[in-house]
């Protein structure tokens, strides 16, 4: 606390008051708001402001006001970039070096951003700034996702005075599981109603926005704006779906030949940039068959028309989100703050190949190692984008939107780092509206940039902790004098196995691609290319270079080992997803109907084991109906649930298979028990056996089923007792589904694979227990 200048004596009459030690910090006269708009997973040729087909007007409209960069990179995936783009560090030395969802306990892998590595919030809150956050956070444990965890990674612990919106990789765009602040919050409307999350994140943003300018006009703010668009799964209204119908039959082949031709024109790419091959590394033992593009020529015409479909709906996913940001923008003109508002619009990555080459009305699948059927999601071409479907696009469109680059998200190559970045500052840099720059720059280089122009330095300590120094510098420079300008000099990226470093022009890639399995490192080849006569890598010079390509794998090594890179990890999915040792394993667990939904991470795992459910519910009444407890979704979960006098439990298997078993619903108090238990695995991870549902003792149903090899969701939809959370796991009915009828004492998890000879005198001792 700053010390007190005032006169104190015996009676206050005599005495001068100080205000200054108590009043919150004051921001510098003039100092800009901030805008800081992060979509996901959209590679640089989607949108039409740099030369795609996608039409974006909103972020055109803050283009021409400003500039375009057109080599800015990331890490090519979401939670390593986005701690990069908050904190200017590099992700690994950020605990980041890949999503939350696979931390494995190594330091450049903790899930945890470190307090030594300060998030903008956190120094902009201490300058004066009024800081909120919304939509996507990606940067909290697995296990510190539930309420009743710590909340030391929640946005409202680094730095942020509000946030709204969800803290995982993705959700659900229709059924969001949302936090407001620092507790759980339920969508304002339903999906019948018109509910869509980009829409809710723009009416919140209005709002915070609003409320800080009446609690003190003068006071700036930085508004940190992630949509959950444009990551699976790809969801919108139908009407801005249709606004593209047609518009993507020429292909994916055909489209990187349009994109070209108007990034050349843009400025997006020099004249000479050539298309780089499809499936480059297709040998092998080098990339997965999961990351090949099939051919358009090759496609049967009912596998176009799906094909063309699912562009459609990312499409409208896109243009829907520009629309609503717009509304941003109109609010910010209307209430003359735009000029004087920073206006930030990146990715986090490049375009998704994880739709596999068919493409997917259910992307959990791809997590799952479960691969998609092409008839099934013929079947869904009418639905796809709305809440029945979790779609995405196949590998062809991501490649598509990557143009003119090789592969897409999770890759070092180019297609997987570059990626559209547009700023703006119409009072500072009118006069630079409209150009394009072509230096070299990164995520970590953002925060060191908005802090020169809130003429702030990084500070040595925030709350007392020591900082460790940015890795990113300034584009200001850049921006103001483009001739004079530096641009980053030395860049190293390591992702799921994938490995690349730049510098000076030259840019050497470890032939490997992510997610293989493959291993022995020591053995892959590097590639080199010059980049500044070709930016695709198209042409392999280490041939010709070899003390080259041995300065930059040295050089690589150098940085991996200062910054946490180490060890290296292609895995794939599955063994990441199920090899996890967030907390000790518990084989019981008791829920109660006054619980907030449980993360998967932190609930039961019933994957791959036999497991017993339990619930004891007394005064049941006739007519008694709704859920008794829910887990994941109709794309993947499981329930128990009372439905027109039958007690019903439901495994979905990823939406492909519902095992269904019913029985009577008794009166009075009743005692039910799901018992799977496993008999064989097959394939690896998904075990398979045989169920019984019985109620008060007696056996009621029973026969076959089969389990998930992942998890039900790759973030959100946890489990819920009493009540379903989010997206139903039965299209029987419509959520909340909340029991009525009667009362539910509790609901059991036992793991333990122990034999269950009495479950009614268990559910008394689990009584007396808890």
Known sequence: MKKFKGVINTDVRDSVPDWTPYLPPKAKEGSPNILYVVVDDTGIAAWDCFGGLIEMPNVSRIAKSGLRFSNWHTTALCSPTRSCLLTGRDATRNGMACITEVANGFPGVSGVVPRENGMIS???????????????????????????????????????????????????????????????????????????????????????????????????????????????????????????????????????????????????????????????????????????????????????????????????????????????????????????????????????????????????KFANGVPDSLEQNLKMIDKLGSPDSYGHYPTGWAWAFNTPYKMFKRYTLEGGVIDPFVVAWPKRWGKQAGHVRDHYFHAIDVVPTLLECCSLDAPDRIEGIEQVPMDGISMVSAIEEPEEAQARATQFYAM???????????????????????????????????????????????????????????????????????????????????????????????????????????GPNIRGRSFVVGASLADVQTGCEGVIFAQGSRFGGHALFVQEGKLIYLYNFLGIDAFKFEGPMPTGRVNIGVVFTKEREEPKYVANGKLELRVNKKLVASGPMRTQPGKFAIAGEGLSVGRESGDPVSPTYQPPFAFRGGRIEFVTFDLSGAPVIDLEREFAAMVARD
């Open 122 to 364: 956190e120094i902009l809150r201490d300058a004066g700034y009024s800081t909120i956050c919304l939509g996507k956070w990606h940067l909290t444990p697995m296990p510190e996702l539930a309420t009743s965890a710590s909340r030391r990674t929640w946005p409202v612990a680094r730095g942020f005075e509000r946030f709204y919106g969800f803290l995982g990789a993705e959700t659900n765009q229709w059924y969001p599981d949302l936090v407001l602040d620092n507790g759980v919050a339920e969508p304002p409307r339903t999906p019948e109603e018109g509910y869509h999350l980009s829409a809710d994140l723009c009416d919140r943003a209005i709002q915070f926005m609003g409320e800080a300018q009446v609690a003190d006009p003068d006071r700036p703010w930085l508004c940190y704006l992630a949509f959950g668009a444009n990551h699976a799964p790809h969801q919108a209204p139908k009407e801005w779906i249709e606004k593209y119908k047609g518009k993507f039959d020429m292909g994916y082949e055909r489209y990187r030949e349009l994109a070209l031709g108007n990034m050349k024109k843009l400025g997006i790419v020099p004249e000479g940039t050539e298309l780089s091959p499809i499936n480059p590394w297709a040998a092998p033992g080098v990339i997965t068959p999961d990351d090949l593009v099939r051919p358009w020529d090759t496609l049967k015409d009912d596998e176009k028309r799906l094909f063309c479909r699912m562009a459609e709906v990312y499409a409208g996913f896109s243009s829907h989100m520009d629309h609503e940001l717009g509304r941003v923008l109109d609010y910010l003109e209307a209430t003359d703050q735009l000029e004087n508002t920073i206006v930030v619009v990146c990715s986090d990555n490049g375009a998704s190949g994880e739709g596999t080459p068919n493409g997917s009305v259910n992307e959990n």
């Open 496 to 602: 799921l196995g994938t490995r690349a470093i730049y510098h000076d022009g030259w840019k050497a890639v470890a032939r490997h691609g992510p997610l293989t399995g493959k291993g022995h490192f020591e053995e892959d080849v590097w590639e080199l290319y010059d980049t500044r006569a070709d930016r695709t890598e198209c042409h392999d010079v280490a041939a010709e270079n070899p003390a080259r390509v041995s300065q930059l794998v040295g050089l690589w090594w150098s940085e991996a080992g200062a910054k946490n890179a180490l060890p290296l990890d292609d895995r794939p999915p599955i063994e990441l997803l199920t090899g996890i040792k967030h907390a000790p394993p518990r084989d019981r667990f008791v829920l109660h109907p006054q619980m907030s939904e449980i993360p998967e991470e932190v």
